[in-house]
């Protein structure tokens, strides 16, 4: 059965510094990996999908994942952080198998000033 | 541009009643899901429907059931509302082939 595994209930980092958000997945098919973002009192937005093209996958608003499938990680990272990225972060995986979305727990994300 | 829209942003409801959560999105797509986020348990799947008329249990369907009269229109009922159903309910729809999900801005139901 497929998983999604988010390292880190809440991460803070201060603003201008790195931002890495962890994620690993099990599947026993190739998936389909997915970042989303919800802002407060909002819904999830997506913000980058990996569908087995390019394994560096680029987002909106400076975000990016790698998928490793050694590591079975899919990690989400932006060189800088800004105020305006602090939101609570949701990995989430598909398998081709039953085409049914996992979602991670989630990983709330504090911008220190 | 894609859109999702849930009937009420805020909802406060008494025990017992029978209550009607409505979503629609313009966006022609064949799927449509309803789930419930709590603090520290991430997204939880109700309910889904491939199809007008069609629908399938999610994680945690007890409690709750859906409707599905049209393509654009997924409704949420819970029969008999209770405090364990105090929560966020989201609204998302998708397209098969690409299988990304778009969702509506939820519904913060509190029930007493």
């Known amino acids: 059965a497929q998983s999604v595994t988010q390292l880190g209930s809440h991460v803070s980092v201060s603003e201008g510094a790195l931002v890495l958000l962890r994620c690993n997945y099990s599947s026993s098919v190739p998936p389909y990996l997915f970042w989303y973002v919800q802002y407060p009192n909002q819904g999830l937005q997506l913000l980058l999908k990996y569908t087995s093209a390019a394994t560096l996958v680029k987002g909106i608003n400076g975000f990016e994942a790698e998928f490793k499938k050694s590591e079975t990680s899919f990690h989400l990272t932006k060189p800088s952080a800004h105020m305006s990225d602090a939101a609570e972060y949701f990995c989430?995986?598909?398998?081709?198998?039953?085409?049914?979305?996992?979602f991670g727990k989630g990983t709330r994300l504090h911008i220190l000033p | 541009d894609v859109k999702v829209t849930q009937s009420s942003r805020y909802l406060v409801k008494r025990t017992g009643e029978k209550v009607f959560l409505e979503c629609v999105q313009d966006m022609d797509h064949e799927n449509m899901f309803w789930y419930r986020q709590d603090p520290g348990l991430g997204l939880r799947l109700i309910y889904f429907?491939?199809?007008?008329?069609?629908?399938e249990k999610g994680d945690i369907p007890e409690g709750y059931s859906v409707s599905r009269e049209k393509k654009e229109r997924f409704s949420l009922i819970l029969e008999s509302a209770s405090t364990n159903q105090t929560s966020m309910y989201l609204c998302a729809s998708s397209f098969p082939p690409q299988y990304e999900q778009y969702f509506g801005p939820g519904t913060r139901l509190t029930v007493t």
């Open positions: 989430a995986v598909i398998s081709n198998r039953d085409d049914k979305i996992i």
């Open positions: 429907s491939y199809d007008v008329k069609m629908k």
